[in-house]
């Protein structure tokens, strides 16, 4: 795949760049994962008093999920507080949010102290309905949001080019340029003699010593901030997390908005602007599926025909599509991670929330590290309250079950010789299935469709040339180059040489 197709509008930031992990090492801390998480871990355990510290990066800094995400800087995350009143009560409800809450304010304070130039813009934050159902579900929301002492009101007047019946509104939020931010951020903490390493993939997690493939390193503390965690056996977390793939335009000429606004219901659209050289781009996005579902669809295709019904004399100058890791009741993981010791540390599941969700994450992990103390109960990854979580958990292992069996038992369809330039797909080679794309060259590039975190049968996603986990989520590139964890190693090769 031409790695600059699907890159964000962020991605065009200069990157600082990081030497490769090589021989062994000790440290006070090991964060391991250099996205937003793993440098906001790094920054705060530092402002703690914790100096010796080792971050290691599979790929290159923020080239995950922190690398394409919205920036939305908010304690808006959709219609939560109802949600979290009713199933977990009014204190952890309000634990939740204060967390939150406070996130946007130390983004605010790191970019003031440390002068980080990264479009910072305080705005409001909008959820807006278009349907009457839609209006009472967010009155519900601002009632409960209200009764936790989140400032939320009900609005009627919006920017977006949509009939909204209703928003709610969050004041005081903030928007900002993820990439400048982050980047930034990983040079202040080498400059502060944090040890980064990038292209450094962990493959394993002895006690406390982290294994590269060119070294250990043994950290008194480990935090572990790689999306998925890589260590998903022990804790179950292939049952506790699912994957969710949205899609992003940047458009050139559509009106500048100062609010951020986001559609109550999932999967609707979210719009905000992104100052730039020549004038605002709107950052549009929509859709939500599960991670290998939903193959066949033309996404880009069919945003790019919304963007123009709302936008006429708009342009895409980027598009590009990411996923997120969802939990089984919307929380994230932050806390022990108690099958790993009492010194191992889990940051995940931030249900496309993960900049406050980061945040709050260094604040709590950091806090345990210098001063000890319980896990914070609403965040625990070892929380127990399964009615939240039973029913999303039971219907995502049907799933797995249900794709395990048809991809099993999909014949391959086509000879080999069948594909055309440009396709891909599964196929026939010497009686076996193998999962195959033709390049526009007419180079050939096979693979054992079958994914190596645990077997699961692989879709081919024709729109971005991947294959697609529909498990948990795993992605590869047509040539079966690891994208997106848990999985860690390749795909293994398969026809003609
Ligand atoms: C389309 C989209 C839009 C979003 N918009 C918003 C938004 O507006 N506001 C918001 O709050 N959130 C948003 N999110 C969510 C947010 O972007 C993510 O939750 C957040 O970026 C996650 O950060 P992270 O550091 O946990 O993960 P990542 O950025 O993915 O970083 C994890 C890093 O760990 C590395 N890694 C993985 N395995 C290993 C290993 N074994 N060894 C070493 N390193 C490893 C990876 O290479 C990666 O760089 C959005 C998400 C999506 C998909
Ligand atoms: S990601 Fe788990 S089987 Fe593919």
């Given at each position: 795949m031409d790695e600059t197709e699907f890159m964000s509008l962020w991605q065009t930031e200069k990157r600082p760049e990081f030497p490769r992990f090589r021989g062994d090492e000790t440290a006070q801390a090991v964060v391991v994962g250099g996205g937003i998480c793993g440098l906001l871990c790094a920054y705060e355990l530092l402002q703690n008093g914790v100096k010796?510290?080792?971050?290691?990066?599979?790929?290159?800094?923020?080239?995950?999920?922190?690398?394409?995400?919205t920036g939305k800087i908010t304690s808006q995350h959709g219609l939560i507080y109802r949600k979290l009143t009713d199933g977990l009560g009014r204190e952890r409800a309000e634990e939740y949010a204060r967390r939150n809450e406070e996130a946007i304010g130390r983004f605010r304070k790191i970019v003031e102290t440390e002068k980080i130039d990264c479009d910072f813009i305080p705005c409001s934050a909008y959820l807006y309905a278009l349907t009457d159902d839609g209006v009472r579900r967010l009155e519900a929301e601002a009632d409960a949001a209200q009764h936790l002492s989140v400032d939320a009101r009900i609005v009627h007047d919006c920017e977006i080019p949509l009939p909204v019946r209703a928003a709610l509104c969050f004041p005081n939020q903030a928007r900002f340029h993820p990439l400048k931010f982050a980047y930034r951020l990983a040079e202040i903490l080498r400059e502060r003699g944090v040890r980064i390493f990038e292209d450094s993939l962990a493959i394993a997690l002895e006690d406390n010593?982290?294994?590269?493939?060119?070294?250990?390193?043994?950290?008194?503390?480990?935090?572990?901030?790689?999306h998925y965690p890589f260590t998903n056996f022990k804790g179950m977390y292939y049952t506790r997390i699912v994957q969710s793939r949205s899609y992003v335009l940047a458009l050139e000429n559509a009106r500048k908005l100062d609010g951020m606004y986001l559609d109550c219901e999932q999967g609707g659209c979210s719009f905000r602007s992104q100052p730039r050289e020549g004038g605002d781009i709107l950052l549009f996005s929509m859709f939500d599926h599960k991670t290998g579902h939903e193959t066949g669809a033309p996404h880009y295709r069919r945003m790019e025909e919304e963007a123009k019904k709302l936008y006429p004399e708009s342009a895409v100058r980027f598009r590009w599509s990411a996923q997120d890791c969802m939990t089984n009741d919307g929380i994230p993981y932050i806390g022990r991670y108690r099958q790993q010791g009492n010194s191992v540390y889990l940051a995940s599941g931030f249900n496309k929330w993960g900049m406050t969700g980061s945040m709050a994450a260094a604040d709590l992990i950091s806090g345990l590290i210098v001063s000890g103390g319980d896990d914070c109960t609403v965040f625990s990854p070892s929380r127990s309250d399964f009615s939240m979580q039973a029913p999303v958990m039971f219907r995502e292992i049907g799933d797995?079950?249900?794709?395990?069996?048809?991809?099993?038992?999909?014949p391959p369809g086509r000879s080999l010789s069948e594909l055309k330039n440009g396709e891909g797909g599964l196929a026939e080679y010497q009686g076996a299935k193998i999962g195959a794309y033709r390049d526009e060259e007419g180079a050939l590039h096979g693979v054992n469709p079958v994914c190596p975190h645990m077997h699961c049968p692989l879709r081919w996603n024709p729109e971005e040339r991947t294959w697609d986990c529909p498990c948990h989520g795993s992605r590869f590139d047509e040539t079966g180059k690891v994208m997106e964890n848990p999985a860690s190693r390749p795909l293994e090769q398969r026809g003609p040489d």
């Open positions: 010796d510290i080792v971050l290691l990066e599979a790929r290159k800094i923020c080239g995950g999920a922190t690398g394409h995400t010593t982290v294994v590269t493939r060119e070294g250990r390193v043994y950290g008194k503390n480990v935090v572990l901030c790689t797995v079950v249900a794709n395990f069996t048809k991809g099993y038992l999909e």
